[in-house]
């Protein structure tokens, strides 16, 4: 659920943020997302969740000491950088503090209302490589008259200290090499699933110990809290996409009277994410597969621009993906050996849903390059996708929602609910959103310290903004209708959109964005019931 918008938008391409530039550069996606219809609750959750909190004073806290970014930073003239410390366990049962890396774009105006902070998604995505590659685009222009940007790595992730690690990437990658596109959804299949799902658990544990229960999103949004605070601002101004709504509503919930202007681009109902991730799962494998559906019929009806498929791509696909399961294609040995083979293409439609219909010839492209032979992308650029902190922290905001028995019944129905990258995704190994539903319900921790329980209405906040697309494929449309009407001051603006759009709307839509800028610089809000056109 991270949200990278096409060069055609941005001062660079977004997708190199999370360290996918081979599989970005052929796709130019945006990655997929997880909200859905409930299927389980979670057990303890009360009735009115835990009690918001007045939160930080500016001046009560160390102010964040800006620098010059170094060389692992790269972007505009005038960016800043930063760490600051924030303590490991705000229960205090565990000492020390975490590290966060943050970076800023000043304010270009005279106008100057306080610091925007931004989050991407994710979970895991960097908002410090976020605020290098979008924070000049035109885009941003009217936001940055007034703001300075803020990215930050939220804890665990990324530049942050210390940052959650699992097993490693090299044997991750050997799992998808053994992994199928089109496997068969049998009782010994899903029992596989669910060993490898606890074997990843217990190698974060491993590996990280404690910190696996310290970095959900109530520490994060504790985290951020501090940094508002530090830069200064009484109130949060905030716009998060994708995962990132979720941070923002968690941050509203705690500290309802700190909002200022909060925006929620590619909204997630709360609720579903942290209580019932397995009907999430179940609602963003639906509307993926809707929208995989809608690129081939595209591409079947426009051989030429597609370049794939000769006027069938779904046979052709299908065709593929088992070629593919059989023999893949292998380049190189040892260390240097590349598999691709049917999981990976199942996943490349998966991943390329986010992007509209502007990503559709890429992945025309990028699939005809893989049917000849001489494929750009292999399972070792997947995992750039996602990774050990996005596991981890779906994993613990998730804690103790699902079962063994809850995955057990979903993965069966796999085939039904997406038949063509519904059991690939389900049933191979943890890597990104709709493939974590094995190791979240097999998590090592039930009751991590950094999972909140609140209810979600953030009383007495100010006026918050959702936005939602109706065709969004990683964060559906019911998400931010939910979401809106569970905030005792959500206000919906929506996408009017079909099974193709992108994955958040604020990069793609003019509409949407001067909504959203009127929004966070005016506190003026778009009319109940406002909508936009898809423009992309």
């Not at 068969?184 to 217990?202: E, K, Q, S």
């Not at 925006?263 to 942290?274: A, I």
């Not at 399961?325 to 190189?332: H, L, N, T």
């Not at 998400?479 to 759009?501: F, H, I, N, Q, Y």
């Amino acid at each position: 659920m991270t949200v990278r918008p096409r060069s055609v938008h941005v001062a660079r391409h977004a997708a190199a943020l999370l360290g996918t530039a081979a599989l970005a550069a052929a796709l130019l996606v945006a990655p997929p997302g997880a909200v859905a219809e409930g299927t389980t609750s979670a057990a303890g959750s009360s009735a009115q969740g835990d009690p918001p909190e007045p939160g930080a004073e500016p001046g009560s806290v160390p102010a964040v000491a800006w620098h010059a970014c170094g060389s692992d930073v790269s972007g505009p003239k005038g960016l800043e950088c930063a760490t600051y410390d924030v303590p490991l366990d705000y229960e205090g049962t565990r000492g020390g503090t975490a590290t966060i890396a943050l970076d800023r774009l000043p304010a270009t105006g005279t106008d100057r209302i306080g610091t925007l902070f931004l989050n991407p998604g994710g979970p895991g995505g960097s908002g410090v490589d976020f605020v290098a590659a979008i924070g000049a685009s035109p885009v941003f222009a009217g936001l940055r008259e007034h703001f300075d940007l803020v990215g930050f790595d939220p804890r665990g992730t990324n530049r942050s200290a210390p940052s959650i690690a699992c097993e490693s990437p090299q044997r991750t990658v050997r799992r998808l090499d053994r992994a199928k596109g089109d496997p068969a959804v049998t009782p010994a299949a899903v029992r596989r699933a669910l060993r490898t799902g606890a074997a990843y658990g217990r190698s974060c544990r491993k590996a990280s110990g404690d910190l696996v229960d310290l970095t959900g999103t109530e520490y994060a949004a504790r985290d951020l809290d501090l940094l508002r605070a530090a830069v200064g601002d009484e109130q949060l101004s905030y716009l998060g996409f994708s995962y990132g709504t979720f941070l923002g509503t968690v941050y509203a919930d705690l500290y309802p009277t700190r909002v200022r202007a909060v925006t929620l681009d590619g909204s997630v109902d709360p609720r579903q994410y942290g209580d019932r991730f397995l009907g999430l799962l179940r609602l963003n494998a639906r509307a993926s597969e809707r929208s995989v559906d809608a690129f081939l019929s595209w591409c079947s009806a426009h051989a030429k621009a597609c370049g794939f498929g000769d006027g069938d791509a779904e046979g052709a696909v299908d065709a593929l993906i088992d070629r593919l399961d059989a023999r893949p294609i292998v380049k190189g040995s040892g260390k240097r050996r590349a598999v691709t083979n049917g999981y990976t293409v199942s996943e490349l439609l998966y991943l390329q849903t986010g992007g509209g219909r502007g990503a559709w010839t890429d992945t025309g492209q990028t699939l005809a390059a893989i049917d000849a032979g001489t494929p750009a992308v292999t399972n070792a650029d997947l995992i750039g996708a996602g990774g050990a902190t996005n596991i981890a922290i779906e994993c613990t905001d998730s804690a103790g929602s699902l079962t063994r028995g809850d995955f057990r019944r979903y993965a069966l129905r796999s085939g039904r609910i997406a038949p063509r990258i519904g059991p690939g995704l389900v049933l191979g190994p943890p890597i990104y959103d709709g493939a974590n539903g094995a190791t979240c319900s097999t998590w090592p921790s039930a009751d991590p310290a950094s999972d909140w329980d609140g209810d979600y209405h953030a009383q007495g906040a100010d006026p918050i903004l959702v936005v939602g697309s109706q065709g969004d494929p990683s964060t559906p449309y019911p998400g931010a209708v939910a979401l809106a009407k569970r905030l005792d001051s959500g206000r919906l603006l929506t996408e009017r959109s079909g099974p193709s759009s992108t994955h958040t709307s604020y990069f793609y839509n003019a509409c949407i964005r001067r909504n959203v800028d009127r929004y966070l610089v005016g506190l003026r809000l778009p009319e109940v019931g406002a909508s936009c056109a898809e423009e992309d």
